[in-house]
């Protein structure tokens, strides 16, 4: 297994701070998300790494496990040899008897260490006392996976892998999978006997978590879609027509007059779909006021005159 530098992969420096990081993110994104890069085969690959990567470094407490790792990394190894965490030691060595997950949008190496419910954290002890349960079914396992919102728009069809080991080595099965219109995060897709094998009975089920896809324009609330939109002082004050993009292509968008910083704008229908795929939440653009850090003579002197016709 290779090692996953992620501030390489995000370009900043390990001791970033979260603002950095977010920076770092949102301007990648902006690059590589399919939506609006060229090449959108290479982009896509390319912007999973880079929503991996701040999936990690955005959170507090993977960050605080990978920064562990990372240091005790020994970057003159070909192959990285995966550790096991645990709360009082951090991280120690252990041999690797975990099903791994192809497809879900997230690497080997994230399923391994900070997949919520999956890699080493689920698979490799068993501290279920019911003997009895065990013996007629195998455990189910989780693993994340990662979702667009344009999956979430439109549905999708997705294969994964589950790679288990066997004594002879590895056994690596395909699956379709479909994520239906309108799927939620957190929401949870289940295979049924897919999970860990059992000698006794059947096998357990295999559950997929859904994790929506960072986007470089939107955050989501809900069924709801929040885009920052950035405007100079004379649009907010005479009012102006602004290109918002939406999941669906730019619609323009009437900004007021008079219009203050965080004002939001609906466009109404233009977020989510709920699940019977018919009905959607909104749109807002959340107005900020983008002042200018540095004017001309010319325009200096124009503000001049303006601030005093105001004051009178």
Same mark, same amino acid.
């Given at each position: 297994?290779?090692?996953?530098?992620?501030?390489?992969?995000?370009?900043?420096?390990?001791?970033?701070?979260?603002?950095?990081?977010?920076?770092?993110?949102?301007?990648?994104?902006?690059?590589?998300?399919?939506?609006?890069?060229?090449?959108?085969?290479?982009?896509?690959?390319?912007?999973?790494?880079?929503?991996?990567?701040?999936?990690?470094?955005?959170?507090?407490?993977?960050?605080?496990?990978?920064?562990?790792?990372?240091?005790?990394?020994?970057?003159?190894?070909?192959?990285?040899?995966?550790?096991?965490?645990?709360?009082?030691?951090?991280?120690?060595?252990?041999?690797?008897?975990?099903?791994?997950?192809?497809?879900?949008?997230?690497?080997?190496?994230?399923?391994?260490?900070?997949?919520?419910?999956?890699?080493?954290?689920?698979?490799?002890?068993?501290?279920?006392?019911?003997?009895?349960?065990?013996?007629?079914?195998?455990?189910?396992?989780?693993?994340?996976?990662?979702?667009?919102?344009?999956?979430?728009?439109?549905?999708?069809?997705?294969?994964?892998?589950?790679?288990?080991?066997?004594?002879?080595?590895?056994?690596?099965?395909?699956?379709?999978?479909?994520?239906?219109?309108?799927?939620?995060?957190?929401?949870?897709?289940?295979?049924?006997?897919?999970?860990?094998?059992?000698?006794?009975?059947?096998? #357990? =089920? %295999?559950?997929?978590? @859904?994790?929506?896809?960072?986007?470089?324009?939107?955050?989501? +609330?809900?069924?709801? !879609?929040?885009?920052?939109?950035?405007?100079?002082?004379?649009?907010?004050?005479?009012?102006?027509?602004?290109?918002?993009?939406?999941?669906?292509?730019?619609?323009?968008?009437?900004?007021?007059?008079?219009?203050?910083?965080?004002?939001?704008?609906?466009?109404?229908?233009?977020?989510?779909?709920?699940?019977?795929?018919?009905?959607? #939440? =909104? %749109?807002?653009?959340? @107005?900020?006021?983008?002042?200018?850090?540095?004017?001309?003579? +010319?325009?200096?002197? !124009?503000?001049?005159?303006?601030?005093?016709?105001?004051?009178?």
């Amino acid at each position: 297994m290779k090692f996953r530098n992620y501030y390489e992969i995000l370009g900043v420096d390990k001791n970033a701070t979260q603002d950095e990081i977010r920076a770092a993110f949102r301007r990648l994104a902006r690059i590589y998300h399919p939506d609006v890069a060229k090449d959108k085969k290479a982009a896509e690959e390319k912007f999973k790494d880079i929503n991996e990567a701040y999936e990690v470094l955005s959170d507090p407490e993977k960050r605080k496990k990978y920064d562990q790792m990372f240091s005790s990394w020994d970057r003159t190894q070909e192959e990285f040899v995966p550790p096991f965490w645990t709360p009082s030691q951090g991280w120690e060595q252990q041999e690797d008897f975990a099903t791994h997950f192809g497809g879900t949008g997230f690497s080997d190496f994230f399923e391994m260490f900070f997949a919520e419910s999956g890699g080493l954290f689920s698979n490799l002890f068993q501290k279920n006392g019911h003997d009895a349960v065990k013996k007629q079914r195998g455990r189910d396992l989780t693993a994340e996976i990662l979702v667009t919102l344009d999956e979430v728009l439109h549905g999708s069809v997705r294969q994964i892998t589950v790679s288990r080991p066997t004594n002879g080595g590895n056994r690596k099965d395909t699956y379709q999978i479909t994520i239906p219109i309108g799927i939620e995060e957190g929401q949870r897709i289940r295979l049924a006997g897919l999970g860990e094998p059992s000698a006794y009975g059947k096998a #357990g =089920d %295999l559950f997929l978590k @859904v994790k929506y896809a960072k986007h470089p324009f939107f955050r989501v +609330e809900g069924k709801d !879609l929040y885009y920052d939109l950035e405007i100079p002082p004379w649009d907010a004050a005479l009012g102006s027509t602004a290109q918002i993009p939406t999941l669906e292509g730019n619609v323009n968008l009437k900004i007021p007059p008079g219009c203050k910083s965080g004002t939001k704008l609906r466009l109404k229908g233009l977020g989510l779909p709920y699940r019977d795929g018919k009905t959607r #939440g =909104d %749109l807002y653009a959340v @107005v900020s006021i983008n002042v200018p850090q540095a004017v001309s003579p +010319e325009e200096r002197k !124009l503000w001049e005159q303006l601030s005093q016709r105001t004051r009178k």
